[in-house]
C-alpha cells in the first residue's frame, strides 16, 4: 500500500469509528426529546398551543447542549483528532521518499493544532447549535403550534436523530462531513505548506478514480502532474466544466481545496 493509500485508509477508517460512537449520543438525545416531549400540553393525542411552549422548548434546548459539552462527547471527537498523528506520519514520509524533505515538527504540530481548532469550533462550539439544535427546535415548534399527533412528531423526530432505513442521523451526517473535510483537509494543508516552502512547481494529483469521480478529477488524474504554468486555467476548467468545486480555490489553496468538497485525491507537491 502506498502512502497515499494509507492515509485515506486512515481517514476512512477513523470517520466509520467515529461516526459510530455517535449512535450512542443520538440515542441519548432522542431519550431526552422524548422525555420532554408529553411535558407539552396535549389533547386527543394531539398538541395544542400552550402559554409554556417557548419554556419547554427553551428547556429542551439547554438539555441537548448539556449532551454536546458533556465530557463523553467530547472524548468522541476529540479522540477522532488521534487518528492526523498518522496521516502527518504518511504525509512527511513521503516527501521525504520522493521529493527528499523533511519536514519540521513545527510545521506539522501547527497544522495539527489548526485542525484542532476547526473541528473543535464545527461540532462543539457554537456552528454544531445552528447545524443540529436549532432544526430541532423548528420542527418541535411547528409540530405543536399546528396541532400534529404526537405519534407523527415522535417519528418524525426519531427519523431527524437517529436516521432511518439505514440512514444516519443528523448529528452522524453533519459530523461525518466535517471529519472528511478534516483528514483531507488537514492532509492538503501540509502539502500546501511544503510547496510553498520549497517552492515546489508540479503538483501529483493521485489516488484511484471511481464510479461517480468528478469530471475535473478525472481529467487530472489522467494527467498525472499539473504544473504552476497551468494550474489556473485547470481551476477555470474545473469551475466551468465540472461541479463541486469549493469556492475560492485558488493555485495558492489548491492542495487543500483539490476536486472540491468531499474530494478523495490527493494533490501532492513535487520538484
Known amino acids: 500500500m502506498n502512502l497515499w493509500d494509507a492515509n485515506e485508509k486512515i481517514a476512512s477508517d477513523a470517520e466509520k469509528r467515529f461516526l459510530r460512537s455517535l449512535t450512542?449520543?443520538?440515542?441519548?438525545?432522542?431519550?431526552?426529546?422524548?422525555?420532554?416531549?408529553y411535558d407539552f400540553p396535549i389533547e386527543g393525542g394531539r398538541f395544542v398551543t400552550g402559554r409554556n411552549t417557548a419554556d419547554l422548548i427553551n428547556e429542551i434546548t439547554r438539555l441537548l447542549r448539556g449532551v454536546l459539552a458533556d465530557s463523553d462527547y467530547r472524548t468522541t471527537v476529540t479522540d477522532m483528532l488521534l487518528d492526523l498523528d498518522g496521516i502527518a506520519e504518511n504525509t512527511a514520509a513521503a516527501h521525504k521518499e520522493i521529493n527528499g524533505i523533511s519536514i519540521s515538527k513545527n510545521l506539522l504540530n501547527s497544522q495539527k493544532l489548526i485542525a484542532r481548532d476547526q473541528v473543535i469550533s464545527s461540532l462543539i462550539d457554537s456552528n454544531v447549535d445552528g447545524r443540529f439544535i436549532s432544526p430541532m427546535k423548528r420542527i418541535i415548534y411547528s409540530r405543536v403550534n399546528?396541532?400534529?399527533?404526537?405519534?407523527?412528531?415522535?417519528?418524525?423526530?426519531?427519523?431527524?436523530i437517529q436516521g432511518a432505513d439505514g440512514d444516519l442521523g443528523i448529528l452522524q451526517r453533519y459530523a461525518g462531513q466535517v471529519a472528511t473535510d478534516t483528514f483531507n483537509g488537514f492532509e492538503g494543508a501540509i502539502n500546501q505548506k511544503v510547496k510553498e516552502e520549497y517552492n515546489l512547481t508540479v503538483i501529483a494529483y493521485v489516488n484511484s478514480l471511481v464510479e461517480d469521480s468528478r469530471k475535473q478529477c478525472i481529467r487530472?488524474?489522467?494527467?498525472?502532474?499539473?504544473?504552476?504554468?497551468?494550474?489556473?486555467?485547470?481551476?477555470?476548467?474545473?469551475?466551468?466544466?465540472?461541479s463541486g468545486m469549493r469556492p475560492f480555490t485558488v493555485p495558492e489553496n489548491f492542495c487543500e481545496n483539490r476536486g472540491g468538497f468531499k474530494c478523495r485525491h490527493t494533490a501532492y507537491p513535487i520538484r
Do not use: C, H, P
Open 24 to 37: 450512542a449520543v443520538q440515542k441519548e438525545i432522542f431519550k431526552i426529546v422524548m422525555s420532554k416531549l
Open 146 to 160: 399546528f396541532g400534529t399527533s404526537i405519534t407523527e412528531t415522535e417519528k418524525l423526530l426519531r427519523e431527524f
Open 220 to 242: 487530472w488524474v489522467n494527467m498525472g502532474e499539473i504544473s504552476d504554468d497551468v494550474l489556473e486555467d485547470e481551476i477555470a476548467w474545473a469551475y466551468n466544466n465540472g
